[in-house]
């Protein structure tokens, strides 16, 4: 089988050497130091990409037969460019595909290089890792912001957390500036300013122990989720949606069900499930590789 090497960036860089669609070897961390969590906020575009060919080049080792590699960031992609990345955001503007595909060459490695949105490496992920590679897979990914991963690729922006699920007017809690967004009410940086006094985690505590306004916001975060979650069926049709990330500690899916009840009704429809898994940076890595391989095959 072909090799590939997927790449992700978030707090750290992690990369690995992927053969018939399976992690050969540890993951590669930069840095190494689980410590260091700013490592890539405070690193220059050009340094980052430099790190992360650095990456490739020790995964391919002797062997610059490499299929293709792929890099999953949290960001909207397009045509191999960074159009927009809030949490990494000197990487917007940047052209990653083409000077990574330079870079590349210059040690030797002639491949090519994918970049996509990290929400839809882990959806190519799950299709691999689950042998649901003929499937369509959706994702919701709640952490910090809230991605939506879709597998397989098809063109389109798919920035899911910015779905309207509300129209108040005082829902203006996202990142983006955006008003009424799902990220507003179940993003964990916009609930954190959302309750300057207590962390997420306090609140869902709160909210088991009967604090009136607590229950409220539970409930309004799993009215968004599910908003979101109907919309994606009412648009691509049913069928399993999964749920994963630092935050789905909070979903109670009895309380997501019931408010998908209520928000679709046609009954060619109603065969829709949840689904939630555990993150795994492998199952990212994974999907950045899978991805790369399918864009080059096109």
Known sequence: MAKTIGVTLSERILAGLIVDHKLAGPLQSYPESVETDDALVQMHSEAMMRKICEQVVKLADEDRDIAAVGVA????????VVEEAPNLPQLKGAKIQEKLTEMLSEHGIRTKVTVLNDADAVAAGLAATKGKLDSLIRVWTLGIGIGYGRYPFSPGVWEGGHTVVTLDEKERFCGCGGRG?????MGHRAMRLRFLDMEPEEVFENAAKGD??????????????AAGSASTVHMSGPGKI??????????????????????????????????????YAETRVIGAAVAAEQAAAR
């Open 73 to 80: 960031l949290p960001g909207f992609v397009r045509n191999g």
């Open 181 to 185: 967004h799902m990220e507003g009410i």
């Open 212 to 225: 009136p306004r607590c229950v409220e916001f539970k409930k309004l975060w799993h009215r968004a989720l």
């Open 242 to 279: 999964y749920l994963t990330g630092l935050n789905v500690k909070f979903v109670d899916m009895a309380l997501l069900k019931e408010e998908m009840k209520n928000m679709v009704k046609m009954s060619p429809l109603l065969s829709y499930s949840f689904e939630i898994c555990d993150d």
